[in-house]
């Protein structure tokens, strides 16, 4: 069985510090993808990034980056110089094979981000 | 193009009835994914449909089910509405289903039932 773990229920920074959301990951399988998404009170998930099991590169793009380490099952999220418009909750998920074709992301609990000006 | 289109928004049911819910896809995909989303259960996978079949049923109960059209287009039915059904329930459209390609999802529809 998959499961995806946010430790953080809860983080509130001050508006331009960097804050980073922890995920953690458990997988049987070889191949597989790792999402990070982000919901903001308007309810819709919002794509943010995501990387298969064999790219280990991490990526900056503007002010996120992201850190994934396959040796510790960790896909870490960082946002450099946060705004009040990154206040949203954010979701680690893991795509695994269902069979027939299916795919079906789990997803961790979420982690609430408040970005206080 | 647009995005993935969900409606209604907002619905308020009473307990025993059955609800349907409606999810269009991106044009072109033929994926087209139901979660559930709760504050005590978090996000989960409801099923899954490809071309107008079912390919992968996540673990509720059978009042809980769905289709899709030719048009790829998806609707989810529950019935018999139990208080514990409220949720907001998010539709995930794709172009195959495969990861590789990620998921767009929409807006999601908020079910209450009283």
């Known amino acids: 069985a998959q499961k995806v773990t946010q430790a953080q229920t809860e983080i509130s920074v001050v508006e331009k510090e960097d804050v980073t959301l922890d995920c953690v990951y458990e997988?049987?399988?070889?191949?597989?993808?790792l999402f990070w998404y982000k919901q903001p009170p308007s309810g819709e998930l919002v794509f943010l990034i995501r990387?298969?099991?064999?790219?280990?590169q991490n990526e900056i793009s503007g002010r996120y980056s992201w850190n994934f380490q396959k040796s510790t099952s960790s896909f870490n999220f960082t946002i450099t110089a946060s705004q009040v418009v990154d206040s949203a909750v954010y979701f680690c998920?893991?795509?695994?094979?269902?069979?027939?074709?299916?795919?079906?992301?789990?997803f961790g609990k979420g982690t609430k981000l408040s970005v206080i000006p | 193009k647009a995005g993935v289109t969900q409606t209604p928004r907002y619905l308020i049911k009473t307990r025993g009835q059955q609800v349907t819910l409606s999810c269009s896809p991106i044009?072109?995909?033929?994926?087209v994914s139901w979660y559930q989303q709760t504050p005590g259960q978090g996000l989960q996978f409801l099923f899954e449909?490809?071309?107008?079949?079912?390919?992968n049923k996540g673990n509720f109960p059978g009042r809980f089910s769905g289709r899709q059209f030719s048009n790829s287009r998806s609707e989810m039915n529950v019935s018999t509405l139990e208080l514990g059904d409220s949720a907001l329930y998010l539709c995930?459209?794709?172009?195959?289903?495969?990861?590789?390609?990620?998921?767009?999802f929409g807006s999601g529809t908020r079910l209450t039932v009283v």
């Open positions: 997988t049987r399988d070889t191949t597989y993808y």
């Open positions: 998920a893991l795509s695994g094979y269902s069979g027939a074709g299916s795919y079906q992301l789990t």
């Open positions: 044009s072109g995909h033929r994926s």
């Open positions: 995930a459209s794709s172009s195959t289903g495969s990861s590789i390609y990620g998921y767009t």
């Open positions: 449909y490809f071309s107008e079949t079912q390919r």
């Open positions: 990387r298969n099991s064999f790219d280990e």
